[in-house]
């Protein structure tokens, strides 16, 4: 079987400007990645449910975190202060899980998600929230929502 051709010559002119033509326009920022801090298991007793023995006796959620930034200011000076600090932003997640009590833990992922945007230097941010004692009649591992939110 052959494969098709692919003219990397074309590919390179597409994808990089030539030096020096003024009309040149950069690489789309689509094409730039963002740098990922990662924050996983942070594990709370919150009330979020519909249920009133939900808001009544609590249970276990657990939330991961993915903040996009970049962390180039931060790497060359060494410096915490120039980077989204991943200590604090467990805190601020273990509050809001231990806070308010929602129904919904999709409010649960957007509250937290808007907290650290406003909190944080960061670009976007990637939510799950774990719920893995949830109300559910019949055998499962865990219920998760997922959302992905950017700074406006």
Known sequence: ?????????????????AAGKPDAAPAPSALRRLDR???TGVTAIGRHG???REKRDGQ????DAVLFTDIRA???NDDLEKTANYGDV???????????AYDLIE??????????????????VEITVHKPK??????FGDVTINIYRESP
């Open 107 to 124: 409010t649960l992922a957007e509250r937290i998600a808007a907290a650290i945007l406003l909190t944080f230097p960061v670009s976007a």
């Open 134 to 139: 949830a109300p559910i009649q019949v055998p």
């Open 50 to 52: 519909v249920f009133e």
């Open 1 to 17: 079987m052959q494969e098709d051709a692919v003219d990397m010559d074309a590919v390179q002119e597409d994808a990089v400007p």
């Open 90 to 100: 467990a805190e601020l997640i273990r509050a809001l899980i231990t806070g308010q």
């Open 37 to 39: 801090i990662t924050v």
């Open 74 to 76: 931060a790497a060359e």
């Open 60 to 63: 276990p959620f657990i939330v």
